[in-house]
T-cell receptor, first 112, second 113 residues
Framework: KQEVTQIPAALSVPEGENLVLNCSFTDSAIYNLQWFRQDPGKGLTSLLLIQSSQREQTSGRLNASLDKSSGRSTLYIAASQPGDSATYLCAAANFGNEKLTFGTGTRLTIIP | NAGVTQTPKFRILKIGQSMTLQCTQDMNHNYMYWYRQDPGMGLKLIYYSVGAGITDKGEVPNGYNVSRSTTEDFPLRLELAAPSQTSVYFC????????????FGDGTRLSIL
């Protein structure tokens, strides 16, 4: 059974710094890995999706990497802004099923 | 540009009552999902559907039922509400699972007292 872990549960960073969020998964037979953002009281917004054949995806100031052999994905945020404050969740989709397994998220606070 | 719409946004139920959480998407997505999110926990899949007339259980289906009579709608039914069902419920949809991200609604906050 796939298990997804995100550590730390919370992170505070001064504005302008670059930062990395971590995601670990136990079953390397993943089809894709997705990163989401969740604002308080809102649903999840898809940020980046990395296929199993890819090593990274980029969108603006965000860069997500995937290392299946080590069971890790990272989300890099460059030049952080207060508007980046949110909870970030990763989720893994395994081959053979249509289900996502979610981590518990990292709550990010950017300090102005 | 509605996307995934969930109603109601908030609801308080008494133990033993029943209710239906509504979910509608206007993106012509084949796949639809229901999740619950409890404090400090990741999202857990309740039920999912790969197309009209086809549904299947997720990780935590007990106490819930679903139907999928149209591509657009995927209601979630609670028959006998229990305190353990207090949670935030999210509906999501995707075109397929092959590299397409899931789109989420804003959730329904449900309290069972």
């Amino acid at each position: 059974k796939q298990e997804v872990t995100q550590i730390p549960a919370a992170l505070s960073v001064p504005e302008g710094e670059n930062l990395v969020l971590n995601c670990s998964f136990t079953d390397s037979a993943i089809y894709n890995l997705q990163w989401f953002r969740q604002d308080p009281g809102k649903g999840l917004t898809s940020l980046l999706l990395i296929q199993s054949s890819q090593r990274e995806q980029t969108s603006g100031r965000l860069n997500a990497s995937l290392d299946k052999s080590s069971g890790r994905s990272t989300l890099y945020i460059a030049a952080s802004q207060p508007g980046d404050s949110a909870t970030y969740l990763c989720a893994a989709a395994n081959f053979g099923n249509e289900k996502l397994t979610f981590g518990t998220g990292t709550r990010l606070t950017i300090i102005p | 540009n509605a996307g995934v719409t969930q109603t109601p946004k908030f609801r308080i139920l008494k133990i033993g009552q029943s209710m239906t959480l509504q979910c509608t998407q206007d993106m012509n997505h084949n796949y639809m999902y229901w999740y619950r999110q409890d404090p400090g926990m990741g999202l857990k899949l309740i039920y999912y559907s790969v197309g009209a007339g086809i549904t299947d259980k997720g990780e935590v289906p007990n106490g819930y039922n679903v139907s999928r009579s149209t591509t657009e709608d995927f209601p979630l039914r609670l028959e006998l509400a229990a305190p353990s069902q207090t949670s935030v419920y999210f509906c999501a949809s995707s075109y397929s699972t092959s590299g397409q991200p899931q789109h989420f609604g804003d959730g329904t906050r449900l309290s069972i007292l």
